[in-house]
């Protein structure tokens, strides 16, 4: 309990000092955020060019695929807020040495180097998402229970739990390679990869591919499965296998990221 | 929704190589040094990209993957509209657009180049070449050039591979007289890029930020140069509106002639308009520059 | 006395360095087939220091210093050999190990770069969960010791080198470890900032009895500071005692730097002292303290000099000298 509470108490102390250092440089801040806004725009005039030629797009109808839209903006806006910066930092601190420094410090790596600092300029990306599920969800005539929105939130944490997981194995590898433009190169190809419903799969030439991408590395799941307990129905099937893939997922990250801590101590000089 | 790939991201990720070295000593340049020095150049980045083998082998992966993705989407997307072409395009087509867009941008993306010019301007290292008997625009054309030459020959392998698994999407090579036309536009596409980029730049004569608006810039360009899709997939007069623009050069058309979609009198007409905008966006760059420079000197380096 | 605070024995740390072939072939072939040799890092360094103590490691670039250190903080697992700090065994990272000690690197920074050094203390004090009171009388009594009292407000940045280094050390000691771990702290500062670290240090170390270990390749941080010294070179552990036992050796012998108006040979210089270089018009010579004087205004005399500087020789040149060829010293003729 304790515990918990220090380490709430951490966070907050970094989000405050990255605000502070944020707002220092505005007009960056501002610019950031203005292109955001505008990738919102370019993503949403996509989603609306598609659907103005199609009324379905593998078994999502618009408003089902508009929540989907929302659910992966917010989960982007989640990661990129809290965990991209300081993953794409670790390359760096390993060159420069100053890994050292975060491991001499009393507190859990994975939480220092993971947590340590809180990118601002990307967090109204998770308001606007929510937005985007409300209205999106507003053009579906859903009945309403507890269930299906505590089963919405475990999925959330769930998608949230599997990125991060993937992240943190695509950072771990930062230890044995030595170029940081490959890390966020195959976080591009993670994401791309999550973008779309799994649906897509389904039937075609590539029906594999998506159940490897659903089973074995099941990055498919991650945004499918809280747009799909909201916007369409509840499989509990699925719902069940995600809790356990994510269960496993984040205990096998961490052990991953251990053993490349563990090389890099016994590499470096 | 496809969002743009590393290589598009402009100025956010450098993929390319580097910027802007520094220029040659202060004597005349001979054409064969010239020459040499960009086989040099070519030679030691196809070491520098074997030595980071896992990089290497990356980035052939990286090209191919979300390409299955994009594929697969409008699959879905054809078969949900249960047309056989969404304006004008078949689903062959489309994929072959999307695919022909990559070669588009391999010779029009100038990563690097106007945060290279306003970071020149910055910090003054612009002095070495007004002291020596360099043009800055045409040293960074030739620069650009030669390693665009050795970029597109690393990635031919790659690139090959991946449209001959991609062949059934293709209706077939385009005859001789359009493929000439394909090629110019390919060429003419990389100097309307490389100054319109370069106009960007120009802008740090007179702004000390210019990465936040080129940011913005290359986030609509993204968008209006149809690298997402088809500008003909908008809605009312957006194509036409939008192809008015210099931008539909930088990915669009190009990709739209190797189709056979623009043929004879309108091959021509196109490649002419491709043409024109290449000419003023020269013209631009350098009046920008004169004028730039004149306010530089006026505030002393 | 009782136990000590550092206990190592038989530590060996080896490396295996990859080679890079040359040229294209070699690259090509290095996407197959890599080639290796393996290092010596450090070579079974065993010593043992007692609490209170400040002790130097002492060594020339690359001789294992701060391998060694790494390992006694824990950040590197040695291939051989055991080592005690504090009572845990430092590659194992206990929390409460962590909480007792400090590694401060000489140009590594760990204090934010925007803000000020204040807000680092401030985030110190949650990552190290101290008391507020007991932490704002530690910081106040540092930053009077440092004398740094006005800058804490200012972004770390905007502070020189030498008070950058204060905050590092003000930032590493308020939680009061017991055992404070240096690697070349005084490095690339100028000589009043050292001197104040030094003084600063030393103070510390009487007032609380911290323990110090601190690494250079400084003859004068070793001395300002350090009563016993281990010389590390090429991994191994060659010296371990008291300073006064080697500062003779180490100050008996000083480089003359000459620059001569005629090209000159070695032979000529030879019975001067030992050549270390002749090259055209500059040449390197060692010669013993005590004959420094009486050396230069012999070649005076002899030749038409232009520029000359008496300096330390490079530590490198001296424990070879002193420790390894044993050679005595060369008496001019």
């Known amino acids: 309990m304790i515990a918990i509470r220090r380490y709430l108490r951490l966070m907050g102390a970094f989000g405050r000092y990255c605000l502070v250092n944020e707002l220092a440089f505005r007009g960056n801040f501002i610019a950031k955020i203005l292109v955001e806004v505008l990738w919102l725009a370019i993503l949403l005039l996509f989603y609306d060019t598609i659907f103005s030629r199609t009324t379905v797009v593998a078994d999502w109808s618009k408003a089902e695929y508009l929540v989907f839209v929302g659910c992966y903006y917010a989960l982007e806006g989640i990661i990129e807020t809290f965990f991209l910066e300081n993953c794409s930092e670790f390359s760096e601190l390993i060159r420069t040495g100053e890994l050292d420094f975060l491991l001499l410090k009393p507190i859990d790596e994975q939480f220092l180097i993971t947590c340590r600092r809180v990118d601002w300029s990307t967090a109204p990306k998770i308001p606007t998402g929510g937005l985007i599920i409300l209205w999106g969800l507003s053009q579906l005539n859903k009945e309403w229970d507890t269930t299906t929105v505590l089963a919405f939130a475990l999925m959330s944490v769930c998608a949230i739990a599997m990125a991060y997981s993937f992240l943190l194995v695509l950072t771990s590898a930062g230890v044995w390679m030595v170029r940081n433009q490959s890390l966020m190169e195959l976080w591009w190809l993670v994401t791309s990869l999550m973008r779309y419903p799994k649906e897509i799969y389904d039937g075609t030439w590539a029906w594999l591919i998506g159940r490897f991408f659903t089973y074995v590395l099941p990055l498919l799941l991650v945004i499918n499965m809280p747009a799909q307990v909201l916007a369409k129905a509840l499989d509990w099937k699925l719902i069940g296998l995600t809790l356990a893939v994510t269960l496993i997922l984040l205990f096998g990250s961490r052990k991953f990221f251990l053993l490349a801590l563990k090389s890099y101590r016994s590499a470096s000089s | 929704m496809p969002i743009m790939s590393p290589s598009d991201a402009g100025a956010l990720v450098l993929r390319d190589g580097p910027v802007v070295p520094s220029p040659l000593p202060a004597t005349t340049i001979t054409l064969s040094q010239i020459v040499r020095k960009y086989f040099r150049i070519f030679r030691s980045s196809l070491i520098e990209r074997m030595v980071y083998r896992g990089d290497f082998l990356l980035g052939t992966l990286l090209r191919f993957l979300p390409m299955i993705t994009t594929i697969l989407l409008w699959q879905a997307v054809y078969k949900g509209s249960g047309k056989e072409e969404l304006a004008g395009f078949t689903f062959q087509q489309m994929i072959a657009y999307l695919l022909l867009v990559h070669i588009s941008r391999m010779f029009s993306s100038m990563p690097g180049l106007a945060v290279g010019i306003a970071r020149d301007i910055r910090d003054g290292s612009l002095k070495k070449y007004l002291v020596q008997p360099l043009h800055m625009l045409g040293y960074l054309t030739a620069y650009r050039m030669a390693h665009k030459v050795a970029y597109i020959s690393m990635s031919c392998v790659p690139y090959a591979i991946l449209f001959f698994l991609c062949r059934q999407f293709f209706g077939g090579f385009p005859d001789p007289a359009v493929f000439l036309g394909y090629v110019i536009s390919l060429l003419l596409a990389f100097f309307v890029g490389f100054y319109f980029e370069a106009c960007i730049g120009m802008i740090g004569f007179w702004f000390l930020e210019v990465t936040s608006f080129l940011y913005v810039i290359n986030t609509l360009n993204f968008f209006i140069s149809g690298q997402m899709f088809p500008i003909d997939l908008l809605p009312g007069v957006w194509p036409t509106l939008l192809k008015l623009l210099p931008f539909q050069y930088l990915a669009y058309f190009p990709a739209l002639v190797f189709l056979g979609k623009i043929q004879g009198m309108a091959l021509i007409q196109g490649l002419l308009a491709e043409l024109a905008w290449a000419l003023i966006l020269v013209v631009l760059a350098n009046v920008l520059y004169r004028l730039g420079l004149r306010r530089y000197s006026a505030f002393g380096g | ?333």
């Open chain 3, 1 to 333: 006395m009782g136990m000590p605070i550092i206990e190592a024995e038989g530590l060996s740390k080896n490396y295996r360095v990859f080679q890079k072939n040359p040229g294209l072939w070699g690259a090509l072939r290095g996407l197959v087939r890599r080639e290796y040799k393996e290092v010596k890092a450090v070579d079974q360094v065993s010593f043992s220091i007692e609490p209170g103590e400040m002790v130097a490691f002492l060594g020339p670039n690359g001789a294992g210093k701060t391998t060694t250190l790494k390992m006694l903080a824990g950040l590197i697992y040695p291939s051989t050999g055991k080592a005690q700090v504090l009572g845990y065994i430092p590659w194992n990272r206990p929390d409460a190990f962590r909480r007792q000690f400090s590694l401060v690197m000489g140009q590594k920074n760990q204090l934010w770069w925007d803000l000020p050094a204040s807000d680092s203390f401030q985030l110190h004090r949650e990552i190290y969960s101290l008391d507020l009171a007991a932490f704002t009388k530690t910081l106040g009594e540092l930053t009077e010791l440092f004398g740094v009292k006005e800058l804490t407000r200012q972004p770390v940045r905007e502070l020189s080198l030498g008070e950058r280094m204060k905050m590092e050390l003000i930032a590493s000691l308020l939680h009061q470890p017991r055992l404070l771990l240096l690697d070349e702290p005084t490095i690339g500062l100028d000589v009043v900032a050292q001197v104040t670290i030094q003084k600063c240090l030393r103070e510390y170390n009487q007032q609380r009895g911290v323990t110090m270990l601190l690494t250079s390749h400084y003859m004068r941080d070793v001395e300002a500071l350090c009563p016993r010294v281990l010389v590390i070179t090429h991994g191994k552990l060659i010296y371990d005692g008291p300073l006064a036992g080697i500062t003779e050796q180490f100050n008996r012998i000083k480089s003359l730097r000459l620059h001569f108006a005629d090209e000159v040979a070695e032979q000529d210089l030879a019975r001067y002292g030992q050549v270390d270089s002749v090259a055209g018009t500059v040449a390197e010579l060692k010669v013993e303290r005590a004959r420094v004087a009486e050396t230069l205004s012999a070649l005076i005399d002899r030749f038409t000099i232009v520029d000359m500087s008496v300096q330390d020789p490079p530590l490198d040149h001296v424990i070879a000298q002193v420790f390894e060829e044993g050679h005595a010293n060369h008496e001019p003729k």
